[in-house]
């Protein structure tokens, strides 16, 4: 997540208290996108989160799968799933004022598909819709971390 420029969008609305909601259409670098999908179901994906709403602080990321319309299998809410990196793209390159950076580009596979996450929804077919939140905070870290600095 905290690569996608969508998802980073919708996480400075949900900060700035503006319900928000990430968008994106799962492709294969070597295909056209099947943006049908994504005409066909977002009405009704939107009309759902409208009539559920967002809670302050958080924002939600759907993922429609790269497939036609007609073979989506249904909508899931998951939790975010965790990529492996294997097959990870990071190129180097300069900037218009050539500064150097890394690029961390595509996956060219997906062998993380633990059920119930949104790589297993999509991987399946289904539309995946996963509420996130801007608090990162790990309760549990923070827990051990008070004890050490008392």
Same mark, same amino acid.
């Given at each position: 997540?905290?690569?996608?420029g969508?998802?980073?969008a919708?996480?400075?609305?949900?900060?700035?208290g503006?319900?928000?909601?990430?968008?994106?259409?799962?492709y294969?670098?070597t295909e056209?996108?099947?943006?049908?999908?994504?005409?066909?179901?977002?009405?009704?994906?939107?009309?759902?989160?409208? &009539?559920s &709403?967002?809670e302050?602080?958080?924002?939600?990321?759907?993922?429609?799968?790269?497939?036609?319309?007609?073979?989506?299998? &249904?909508?899931?809410?998951?939790?975010?799933?965790?990529?492996? %990196?294997?097959?990870?793209?990071?190129?180097?390159?300069n900037d218009?004022r050539?500064?150097?950076?890394?690029?961390?580009g595509?996956?060219k596979?997906?062998?993380?598909?633990?059920?119930?996450?949104?790589?297993?929804?999509?991987?399946?077919?289904f539309?995946?819709?996963?509420? %996130?939140q801007?608090?990162?905070?790990?309760?549990?870290?923070?827990?051990? %971390?008070?004890?050490?600095?008392?």
């Amino acid at each position: 997540m905290t690569y996608s420029g969508t998802v980073a969008a919708t996480m400075e609305a949900a900060l700035l208290g503006v319900p928000a909601i990430a968008f994106s259409q799962v492709y294969a670098r070597t295909e056209v996108v099947k943006w049908e999908t994504t005409a066909h179901h977002i009405q009704e994906v939107m009309t759902r989160i409208a &009539g559920s &709403g967002i809670e302050p602080g958080s924002y939600i990321n759907v993922n429609f799968p790269n497939c036609q319309s007609d073979c989506v299998q &249904g909508m899931q809410v998951v939790r975010q799933g965790k990529r492996t %990196l294997n097959g990870l793209e990071i190129l180097e390159g300069n900037d218009p004022r050539q500064r150097p950076f890394l690029w961390i580009g595509d996956y060219k596979s997906d062998d993380a598909m633990e059920e119930g996450t949104d790589l297993a929804a999509i991987s399946q077919n289904f539309i995946s819709i996963t509420p %996130l939140q801007t608090n990162f905070t790990d309760p549990q870290q923070l827990e051990r %971390l008070k004890t050490a600095f008392e």
